[in-house]
Each structure stands twice: as C-alpha cells, then as structure tokens.
C-alpha cells in the first residue's frame, strides 16, 4: 500500500504565504511525476504544479510566478510554497505521485485566502 500524508494547508489574508508538503510511504520503487491540484467548491479539479523525476515542472498560467514546486527524492516528499495568495486560490489542495503501478492521491488540505 501506498500512503499520502499532506500537511501545511490554512487559512492566510491575500497576499499571504503557505507551504504544502506531501510525503509518500509504502511499497514505492521509484517515483516519477509528483504534483499538486486543487479543486475549489462547484469546480473541477485542477492541476496546480507538476514535477517529473527530473526536475522539469510545468505551472497553470494562474500560479505562474507565485507558487513553486519541489521534491526531495531522498524522503519520497513533494512541497509547494505558495507566495502572494489570493482569494481565488481557495481550494482543498491534493497531492499526487505517478508511479509504474498508478496514481495515487492525498486526502487533501485545505487553503483559504481571505481578503
């Protein structure tokens, strides 16, 4: 079995900053894309940033330049640091790793910028 465990989710006003860190453990040979989505009330779920296993990353326009994405391979771990948050940016936050058996999800966090 493969575990999730994300942490780092709140509540910020605008402008504020957050860091979201996801940490896998189980039965994980070897990574490949880890990720971040996010899925706001009465909306779909939406990719937020990815990362492959080595290193490329790929942003939604919305994030470009605010959030950044990282993983420490070493601790089977993906973060996201969030820098100036807005409102539209609440959402319950998903981690996600892709390995050789499948995709696997967190249960997700919760982000709330108020204004």
């Known amino acids: 079995q493969v575990q999730l465990v994300e942490s780092g989710g709140g509540s910020v006003q605008a402008g504020g900053s957050l860091r979201l860190s996801c940490a896998a453990s189980?039965?994980?040979?070897?990574?490949?894309?880890m990720g971040w989505y996010r899925q706001a009330p009465g909306k779909q779920r939406e990719l937020v940033a990815r990362?492959?296993?080595?290193?490329?990353?790929n942003y939604a326009d919305s994030v470009k330049g605010r959030f950044t994405i990282s993983r420490d391979n070493a601790k089977n771990t993906v973060y996201l640091q969030m820098n100036s948050l807005k409102p539209e940016d609440t959402a319950v936050y998903y981690c996600?790793?892709?390995?050789?058996?499948?995709?696997?999800w967190g249960q997700g966090t919760q982000v709330t910028v108020s204004s």
């Open positions: 189980g039965k994980i040979s070897s990574i490949n894309a």
């Open positions: 990362i492959s296993s080595g290193g490329s990353t």
């Open positions: 996600m790793i892709l390995v050789v058996a499948g995709t696997y």
